[in-house]
């Protein structure tokens, strides 16, 4: 095994041997704006106490240049990842200096050249272990201490951490600024950002704290930023979050910086926040596109006590800050912004992560056994963020939510700036809420699968409840019925205790019976016969926006298992589809719609309803009111639609290039332009002049990404042999560069000029994971699965390379079980009583 894969076994052991007691960082990027200087150097001084004489510390750089321990020189021991230390004493001071690596993957130490201006823009980003790619540490969540960044730095540029400037003072060429010390915390949750970044100021105050605010992005974009808007979020969250947990936000500042080329969409560093810049809106944006961000933003804020201010031990208790994190978003969502239906968003669109990856065979508790650094970077999936939060969601309707939140605030008090285990966290909530939640956690945090939950009635018409994969359940039972108005409304609602896979309940008959009616557990919901029969006839009379999110999503899930045919789905998606007024629940109709099609139709039928939906979807786009969120989302979807048909190719060249051919109120912003001129070039209706033209009009960051992605989506075999090229040799492309290359690469309906490339992607695939860094070859390996390729082909890789990492294999495992439900599914889908 790489040294650079650390293990949860030898991290332990270091833990026992050391204690940090502080860190000093001195890095000096004023060379960072040449792109010919791909280093920077970056100096080290740590103190710790140990009861061992030898250890290591951390480094993933271009080299180490010296290491000093307790005064004395010693000879540099470093195998690429990690610096040996020897002759240590009970105290120690060891100074390490070295050079690191700009990076161009989005991990470590980022570097970005803004083509809109030629200004140059440094980010870091470290989770779960890429501290060691900036400077020399101990590269584990355990080992807490604080932190006195000093950053040497071009004079004009902003440069901002973790904590606030300490002192500036000037340097021949540039500023050297020292930042206060932090509080003790983590390495993977430092941040340095540096740039000519365009800063608004606020601040918000609670009791006697008052917290001083920024929002950050790079200049070009500073006239897109709506900073009032984040403001008022982020002072209305620090509200709710001190309140509920009565701790002080204690962290000093609150910095938001959206960021270039982001791995993530957020990540929580204490007082330096950083986001993706896809949340600055260049364009139109949607409701459910501002939701969504202030879901983010508060998902983030909750950090700052769930996994900033406490921390887990090491990466199996990761949902001990994801699982709350996403949970506590979406509460503060509802409760303090004027998003108050942000469970309707949480239930169709993070619940649909947690069920996709649930059904995996690479399945997992949501405390899971992490071993190493590798398990952990792909365990930041949709078990550990959105199971973990709906499970939370049960727990509170279980426990109480006073009891609950009295629980979490005995957690901050007892552990503050300290570490901890699922044990510490069940012991702080079975105190508050009377409870022993041991077999509760058993139940839900240290079990895998996903229950689904049905109606049946037996002869006598006596109700039960039946579930597969059995799990204590308390939930809503909802009876609708139509009221004079002609709408479904609920008439009653049942709580109910469930434990066994077969649970008797009065229910009366009614139009449409929900499960889970509120959304209070964790569960796939079927809909009986005669609930399903209402909705194909009425989806569009239930009124509650949460029910329709929840029978959107029952529909989606008995799609996806091949227990209700997808042309059946398409039908009722294409019937009510234009008429769903909540944004978040129309865009989720707007992509499952067209994967249904690609997917799991027979590919007999795909062209027909690809047709179909793009004539659809160019309907309810002139038919949408004018400058609405949904007719920005009929025209996202009529893009998306027409990179695989082409009937309406004149059509959308006509809005493109002709003045007033698009409908009143579409504003035709660049990056909608560039989706509409991409789906043309996917369908050779777009050449390379037409998108020469088009990046002269947005030559931006966003705008090259487009171009690429567009320039490789052209159905030329030479087009695609490039692409697959470049992606394989091209070290110099970014993380989003590569990216928009793989993109083009699979994007139309051409699949005949891609799928001789599936020899090559399973003879390549192991020397990318050996040779690239994560990030990269994880997009890679998934990106260029190749979908139309048998499961023997996958099987067979996985047969000769049963040596290869874990995490590799987890990959290919996975995308070969995507492969073999839509084969499944496909297969369904052609047997006459489905499809007739």
Known sequence: MSTANLTRAETAERSRAIEVLGYRVELDVLGAVDPEVGTFATT???????????????????????????????????????IALTGLRESNVVTVAARGEYSRSGEGLHRFLDPADDRTYLYTQYEPADARRVFACFEQPDLKAPFTFVVTAPQEWEVISNQQVAERGDTAGGQVVTFEPTLPISTYITAIVAGPYHRVDSEWSGGDLTIPLGVLCRASLAQYLDADTI??????????????????????????????????????????????????????????????????????????????????????????????????????????????????????????????????????PIVADIVDLEAAKLNFDGITYAKGASVLKQLVAYAGREAFFEGARRYFRAHAFGNTTLTDLLTELSATSGRDLTSWARAWLQTTGVSALSLERDADGRAAIVQTDPRPHRLGVGRYDFDPAGDL?????????????????????????????ADLTYAKVRLDERSLSTVEQSLDRVRDPLTRGLIWSSLWNT?????????????????????????????????????????????????????????????ALWDAPPASGSQLAWARAVAAAAEVDDSRADDIRSMLDTDGKAPAGLSLDPDLRW??????????????????????????????????????????????????????????????????????????????????????????????????????????????????????????????????????????????????????????????????
């Open 231 to 364: 403001f008022e979020i982020t002072r209305q969250g620090l509200g709710f979050f001190a309140e509920g947990f009565d701790y002080p936000y204690p962290f000093g500042k609150y910095d938001q910086v959206f960021v270039p080329e982001y791995n993530l969409g957020a990540m929580e560093n204490p007082g330096c926040v950083t986001f993706t810049e896809a949340y600055v809106f260049r364009g139109a944006a949607t409701e459910s596109q501002y939701e969504g961000r202030a879901n983010t933003i508060l998902h983030e804020m909750a950090h700052m006590w769930f996994g900033d201010l406490v921390t887990m031990v090491w990466w199996d208790d990761l949902w001990l800050k994801e699982s709350f994190a996403d949970y506590m978003g979406a509460l503060a969502n509802a409760e303090a912004t004027r998003w108050t239906d942000a469970w309707v968003a949480f239930a169709n669109r993070r619940k649909a992560w947690a069920y996709l990856q649930d059904q995996l065979p690479t399945t997992h």
């Open 44 to 82: 080290t001084t740590v103190e710790f106490t140990a009861n061992t004489s030898t250890t290591w510390l951390d480094f993933l750089g271009a080299g180490v240049e010296s290491v000093t321990v307790n005064g004395a020189s010693m000879p540099v021991d470093y195998d690429g990842a990690r």
């Open 675 to 836: 989706a509409l001129r991409g789906a043309l070039a996917a369908t050779g209706h777009a050449d390379m002049a037409d998108l020469d033209g088009e990046l002269r009009r947005d030559d931006t960051g966003s705008g090259r990404t487009a171009y690429l992605r567009a320039t490789y989506s052209r159905p030329d075999p030479d087009v695609k042999a490039k692409a697959w090229d470049a992606i394989f040799h091209d070290r110099t492309l970014s993380n989003d560069h590569l990216g928009a290359i793989i993109a083009g690469f699979r994007s139309g309906a051409r699949h005949d000029l891609v799928a001789g490339y599936a020899a090559d992607y399973f003879a390549t695939i192991r020397s990318v994971w050996e040779t690239r860094s994560i990030e990269i070859a994880r997009r890679i390996v998934v990106g260029l699965f190749p979908a139309d390729t048998s499961l023997d082909a996958a099987d067979g890789w996985r047969d000769a390379n049963a040596d290869a990492p874990a995490a590799l294999n987890r990959l290919v495992l996975e995308q070969r079980d995507h492969l073999a439900r839509d084969l499944r599914a496909q297969a369904f889908n052609s047997r006459p009583d489905v499809t007739g």
């Open 489 to 517: 409304v609920c008439v009653q609602r049942i709580e109910v205790d469930l434990a066994d896979a077969r649970t008797p309940i009065d229910v009366d008959e009614a139009p449409l019976v929900v499960l889970n009616d």
């Open 559 to 619: 799609t996806r298992d091949s227990e209700l045919g997808a042309q059946r789905y398409l039908s009722m998606a294409q019937r009510f589809s234009a008429a769903e007024p909540h944004l978040t629940l129309l865009t989720s109709v707007l992509a499952n719609a067209p994967y249904a099609i690609e997917h799991y139709l027979p590919e007999t039928a795909r062209g027909a309803a690809r047709r179909e939906w793009l004539d659809h979807a160019w309907g």
